[in-house]
C-alpha cells in the first residue's frame, strides 16, 4: 500500500471536512477498502475512519426500523428488529462473506462495495471502472460472473452485495448527510447503472456520508425467502441470487417484493413482476410467469449465458420458497 | 490541517505525517540519488521518515498492553508477525479470503489481514497465544487435538479463534450450523469434518468456552 | 510388542499447532532481516524495453532492486564446459528469473525489492514501472491440442499390448473425451524463503519445502557451494500438495539478493503469485476408448491424454498409468502428450496425473456399465485382476474385491435403485456413484539416527519433511512398536538437512521410506540393548539368546529379570546408544507390483432448476497395508476426499487467453472446498500388511484418498440426473435445466 494518512473522526462535521480533499476516502468496516488498496486498485492519500460516528444503532421508528450506517452487517443479521419484522434481510445478510466480515462490514460500507469483477481488481488490463475510457476487458473476456440486465457497452460488471438486494425488495430508503443537511432516497434509486460513466456504483457525492437506512414496516415477514445460488455451499458471491417476499391473504397475493443480485450493476428489483403477481394466487403457474416477465431484456455476454435460464429459476424457487411450498 | 482537539492522538498523528509530507529533509531524500542516499550516515534518513510516518497507537494483546509506533498502512496480521513477532496469527492470502488471520478485537473475531492496526487503538485483541491459560489448553484447543481437526496446522489457528466465537455466538447449535458459520476459515488439508466434530464436542462439554 | 500399531494416538505436534508455537518458515525472525517482494511482468510474451526503478530505490527503506539488469550472476547457471548441454525444453526456451530482458508467461519476476520492512518493500515494488515489446503467445490447450509432443524417456514412450483397434470391434463400444482445467495447489500458507549468508560461502534457509535435502542440493548446485556449508530447516510446511517439491527460480533469486546485500532476505509471495510461480495440475484432455462384450469382459482399451507443459521445460507425469494396470484386459494402447505453451511450468498436484487420468477412466468405466445394464461395481469385478497384466508379476497385496464391498455396504449402495434419475429427496435429485484410485507404492532409500538416553527419552532424526499428513506422530507410533518406549518418551525431529538424509515428501512414500529407517534403526537398538545386556549384564543374561528379550515400555526384558533402559546406560556410565542406520528396498520388492488402492462412494443430491449440488456422504476405503497412525491417516482420507470434491465440483484456474493472465487467482474466485461443502465422511480402512514392501506392511496413502474421487462425484451426479458432466468442474451453469 502507499503511505497515507489516517484521522479518527468522532462528529459527522469533522468527518465531513476531512474527507472533502480530492484523495481522501471514508474508512468504515474497511473489508473492501483495504483490500482494493492492496491490490492498487485505489490509492487514496487520506483514510479518514468513522467507526466512531454514532450511527451505530437499529431503531424502531413510527413507521419501521431504522439501520444506522455504521451497524455491523452481522449485528443488523441477528437484531431482533431486523429478524421478526424484516427476516428477508436477515437471510440475505447472512449469506454474504463470512461470519468474520460480516462482523467487520457495515451497512453503508456494505452499500458501497465495489464490484468483484476480475478486471477491475487487475490493474494491468483495461476497465472503464477502475481507469475511465480506457476498455471493458470482460466484454469478450471471461464473463461467467457478469451481468445480464442494465448493461452498456462500457461495463457489464455486477454489484456483489447480498444485503443491497435485500434493502431494494424492501423499499428501503437511505438517508444521505452532507454535514449541513440531509435527503433522503428511495435504496433503488441509490445504486446506478453503468451507462457512459462506470466509474460512479451510485450517487454519492464527494463530502456526502450515508447515515442509515430505514425500512417501512410490512406484511411480508411470513412468507420471505433470500435465495443464493453460488460455486460452493458458502463464503461465494452469487452466481445468481433473488430476494422474494410475499403477503399472501386468503389465498391471495395482496403484494410482492422480488429483487436480484448477481445479474446487474445494481440490485435488480423485478417491479414488473411484482404488479403481476399482486392479486393472484401463488401457484407455480403464476410464479412461472412472473419469473419470465423478470427476464425481459435480459442479455448475455458468453459464458454468463447460462444466467438466461439459471435466473427465471432461481426467481420461480426463491417464490416458492417464500411461499413456504417446495416447487414439486 | 484542522486541529479541533489539539493533543489527542489522533490529530498529532496526522500532523506528524503532514510535517513529514512537507519536510524539505524528505524531499530531498526523495530527489537524492540513491547512491548518495546510501552513502548518507547509515540508517538516518530512513529513521526520520519512519518517525513521520508512524503514530502512535495503545493497544491490549493478550492482556498485555503495547505503546506502540506504527505506520497507518500496518495491518494488525504484519503488525502481530512482523513486529510483535506473534506468529501464531497466520497469512494465508491477505485479502479477507480464507480466515488464516483470524483474531479477537473487542471479542469479536475479524480478519486481521483487512484490519488496519491504528484502527485497534484502545481495543483488546486476543490470539492464539491468547487463548490457553498459561499450560491449560482452551477447551477448543484441546477438541482440536481429539478430534484431530488439522493436518499442516497453518489454518488451525484462525480456525480455532473462530470457533471459539462461533460457540460465543450461540451459531453452533448443530452440525450444519457449524459447518455455516465456519466456512470463514479455509483448511486445503481438507480437516472440515474433524473440525466439526471437534467445535461441536467442545460445545457440548459443558466447559466455559 | 503386543498389540500392533492399536493405538489412536494424538498427532505429535498437536499442542504446537493449537497453540500457534508451531513455527513455519517466515516465523524464524533473524536479526537485520529485510523484506523482498517481487514485481511481475504485465504480458505474457516478449521482452522488456525499459524498466523503471528509480522511485523503487528511493522510495524509504529500500536496500536493493535486483532487474535483470544488475542480477548477481548465479554461478550454477552457468553452463559448464565439461558437462554435455542438457537437452532443450521442448518449447525451445530457457528461463533463468532475472536471466534476460525475455519474458516467457505472465506474472514472470521481473524485479525484486529488498526493503527493511514489508509495507515498504511492498509500496516500492508498486513503483517499479516496465515497457514491452510485446510478441505472440499461445495459453490455450484447446486451441493447440494438434501440436501435442511426445515426452522424452520412459515417461513419454507410448504403451501397446494386444491390439490397439481391437475396443473397435467389441460388442459395445464407448468413446468419450474428459477434460480436466488447471487446477492450483494452493496450500494455506504462502511460498517463499528465508535466505541468511555467512559470508560468501555458506548460507541458511528456512524453507517451505518437501524435501530440506532437495532444497540444500538445489542451494549447493546453484552457489557451487559444500554440502556442509548449506543448512535447510523447514521444520513446519503449511500445506504442499506437490508444490513444495522443487526449488523455484525465485528461491534462488531470494538467496542471491541476500549474499549481495549481506543481511537475511525474507521473500513471502502473494496469493496471486501463487497461480504463476509454483506450478499447478496441468489442463487436460483425455481420450477413452473401450470395448467390452455383452457380458462385460474389457476387450480394448485406449487411453489417450494431452497435457500442457511450459515452453522452457517439460512436465510430464503418469496420467495414463491406471489404464495399464487396474483392469484385465488383453488389448491396451495409452498416448502421452504434452504442448509447451506460454505459461509457467506445472508441477505435481496431489494425486497427480494418476488422479487426472483416475478422473478419465473411472468415469468412462461407469458409463460402460451403464452401456452394458450393470453395476458398475459388478463392471470393475468381471475385470479385476490378482496379477499386474502390464508388468506379469504379482501384486504385493491387493485387497480391493473387500474393499469394494466394506464400502458398498456402508453407504447402501445396493439397496439404491441403479436407473438414472430415479431417486428424489423433496424436489432434489438423488445420486450415488463410485470409483477407484491406484497409486503406486514404493519403498526409497532413507537415512534415520536414534539415540536412547539415560534419561529414558529416545530420540529419532531424519532429514524428511512433513507437510501435514503426520510423519511425526507416524513415526514415534513405528518407535514405540520395535523399541516399546511410550510415545511421550519418544520424540521424533525432521525438516533439518543436516539429519541423516531422507528423500521429499511426495508420491505417498514418507511412511514406507522413512518410516522402514526408523523401523531399521531401532531394531539396530535393540540389538545392541542385547548384546550389552549378553556381553556385561552379568550372570542374569548367562545361557540366554537374542531370541529371549523383551521390550516394553521402556524396560528390556529377560525371563523373570526386567531392567529400564535408562538405568541399564546409568550402570553402564553411558550417557547414551545411538545408532545411524540406512534402509532402502531390497530385491524381492523388485519381484511385485506394489501399489495402494482405494475406492470410493459418494451420494449426491442435484437440485435440477438451479443446479446446485452437494455431496451428502461420502465413504472412502483404502487399501493402504497396514494402518501405522489411525488418527492421522483417517485425516489423510478426508482430507483426499475434501480435495476431491473441490476437484469435482468447483476447482478450476482460468486464463484469459487474450491476456494470457490468470483471471480468478485469488480465493474468492478460485474456489476450494469451504465447511458447508463437506459432509460427514466414513473412512475405512483394509488394515492389512502388505507382506513385500517394508517391515511394517505399510502401503502410502496421500495420493490414493484424492485419486478418482471426483469421478465418484461426476458418477452419482449422472445416477442422480441422467447428465453425464466430462469437463470439470460441475458447476450449477453445467446442471441447470
Known sequence: MNPFDYKRVTTLKDAISAVKPAASVFLAGGTNLIDLMKRGVTAPE???????????????????????????????????????????????????????????????????????????????????????????????????????????????????????VGLAALDATVTISNGKSEKKIL????????????????????????????????????????LKI??????????VSVAAALDIQNGLIQSARLAMGGVAHKPWRLFEAENMLQGKRPTNDNFLSAANLAMTGAKSFGANQFKLKLAPNAILEALHLAAGKSAS | MKEKNPGTEENKGSSRRTFFKQSSAIAALALTPVSIVKASEKGLDEKIASAFEKMPLRVEINSKAYSLEVEPRVTLLDLLREQLHLTGTKKGCDHGQCGACTVHVDGRRVNSCLTLAVTTEGKKVITIEGLAKGEELHPVQQAFIQFDGFQCGYCTPGQIMSAVCCIREGHANDPDQVREFMSGNICRCGAYSNIVDAVMHAKKGGQQI | MGQFFEDPLDRVDGRLKVTGAARYFAEYDLPDMTFAVMATSAITRGKILTIDTKSAERAPGVLDVLTYLNMPSIPGWQSDPSKPAPQAALGGERYRVLGSDQILFNGQPIALVVADSLERAQYAAS?????????????????????????????????????????????????????????????????????????????????KTQGVKSTQQSLMNAFKLDQKNVQVFSEFVGGGFGMALRTWPQEILVAAAAKKIGRPVKLVMSRDQMFTMVGYRPFSIQQIKLGSTKEGQLTGLVHEALSQTSSYEDFAEGTVNMSKFMYACDNVATKYRIVPLDIGVPIWMRGPGEATGAFALETAMDEMAYKLNMDPIALRLKNYTETDPERNRPYSSKYVKEAYQLGAEKIGWFKR???????????????????????????????CRAVVKDDGTLLLQSAASDIGPGTGTAMVQIAHEVLGYPVDKISFELGNS????????????????????????????????????????????????????????????????SVSIASLLKQQNLPALEVTENSKAGPDQQKYSMYSFSIHFAEVRVHPKTGVVRVKRVVTVADS?????????????????????????????????????????????????????????????????????????????????????????GNAVYHATGKRIRELPITPDKLIE
Not at chain 1, 453503468?194 to 466509474?199: E, H, I, L, N
Not at chain 1, 453460488?230 to 452466481?239: E, G
Not at chain 3, 441403479?418 to 519403498?443: C, H, I, Q, T
Open chain 3, 127 to 207: 513503483l517499479i514501472k516496465a515497457t514491452y515489446q510485446k510478441a505472440s503467445f499461445e495459453t490455450d490447450l484447446e486451441k493447440n491440442k494438434d501440436k501435442g509432443q511426445t515426452v522424452r524417456g520412459p515417461r513419454g514412450a507410448d504403451y501397446n499390448r494386444g491390439d490397439a483397434n481391437a475396443y473397435k470391434t467389441a460388442a459395445v463400444q464407448l468413446e468419450q473425451e474428459y477434460t480436466i482445467p488447471i487446477e492450483t495447489h494452493n496450500p494455506m500458507e504462502l511460498h517463499g524463503i528465508i535466505a541468511s549468508w555467512k559470508g560468501n560461502d555458506s548460507i541458511t534457509v528456512y524453507a
Open chain 1, 46 to 164: 487520506t483514510l479518514v475512519d468513522i467507526n466512531n460516528l454514532p450511527y451505530n444503532k437499529i431503531e424502531k421508528t413510527a413507521t419501521g426500523i431504522r439501520i444506522g450506517a455504521m451497524v455491523h452487517n452481522s449485528d443488523a443479521s441477528e437484531h431482533p428488529l431486523v429478524t421478526e419484522n424484516f427476516p428477508l434481510l436477515s437471510l440475505a445478510l447472512k449469506s454474504g462473506a463470512s461470519p468474520q466480515l460480516r462482523n467487520m462490514a457495515t451497512t453503508g460500507g456494505n452499500m458501497n462495495q465495489r464490484t468483484r469483477c476480475g478486471y477491475f481488481y487487475d490493474t494491468t488490463m483495461p476497465c472503464n471502472k477502475r481507469s475511465p475510457g480506457s476498455g471493458c476487458s470482460a466484454i469478450g473476456g471471461y464473463t461467467r460472473m457478469h451481468a445480464i440486465f442494465g448493461t452498456s457497452e462500457q461495463c457489464i460488471a455486477v454489484h456483489p452485495s447480498d444485503m443491497c
Open chain 3, 417 to 447: 435403485n441403479p436407473a438414472p434419475r430415479s431417486m428424489k429427496d423433496g424436489e432434489w435429485l438423488v445420486g450415488y456413484g463410485m470409483s477407484s484410485g491406484v497409486f503406486n507404492a514404493s519403498r526409497g532409500e532413507a537415512n
Open chain 3, 498 to 561: 543436516t539429519f541423516p538424509p531422507a528423500p521429499s515428501q511426495g508420491g505417498s512414500t514418507t511412511t514406507s521410506t522413512v518410516g522402514s529407517a526408523v523401523h531399521i534403526a531401532c531394531s539396530s537398538l535393540k540389538n545392541k540393548i542385547v548384546n550389552l545386556l549378553l556381553e556385561k549384564g552379568g550372570s542374569d543374561y548367562a545361557g540366554k539368546t537374542a531370541a529371549d528379550f523383551t521390550f516394553s515400555d521402556g524396560n528390556v526384558r529377560a525371563g523373570n529379570v
Open chain 1, 230 to 239: 453460488r460455486d460452493r455451499a458458502s463464503y461465494a458471491f452469487a452466481l
Open chain 1, 187 to 226: 435504496f433503488t434509486d441509490y445504486h446506478r447503472l453503468p451507462g457512459t460513466d462506470p466509474s460512479k456504483d451510485n450517487i454519492l457525492q464527494k463530502g456526502e456520508l450515508i447515515t442509515a437506512v430505514d425500512i417501512p414496516f410490512n406484511k411480508l415477514a411470513k412468507n420471505a425467502y433470500y
Open chain 3, 625 to 713: 497395508g497396514k494402518i501405522i497412525s489411525p488418527k492421522t491417516a483417517a485425516s489423510q482420507m478426508i482430507g483426499g476426499v475434501t480435495g476431491g470434491i473441490g476437484m469435482a465440483l468447483m476447482e478450476e484456474s482460468v486464463i484469459d487467453h487474450r491476456y494470457g493472465r490468470f483471471i480468478n487467482n485469488n480465493f474468492a474466485d478460485y474456489h476450494v472446498p469451504v465447511s458447508a461443502d463437506i459432509p460427514h465422511i466414513d473412512t475405512i480402512f483394509i488394515d492389512k500388511p502388505d507382506p513385500v514392501i517394508n517391515p511394517m506392511g505399510a502401503k502410502g496413502m496421500g495420493e490414493i484418498a484424492l485419486i478418482g474421487f471426483a469421478a465418484a462425484v
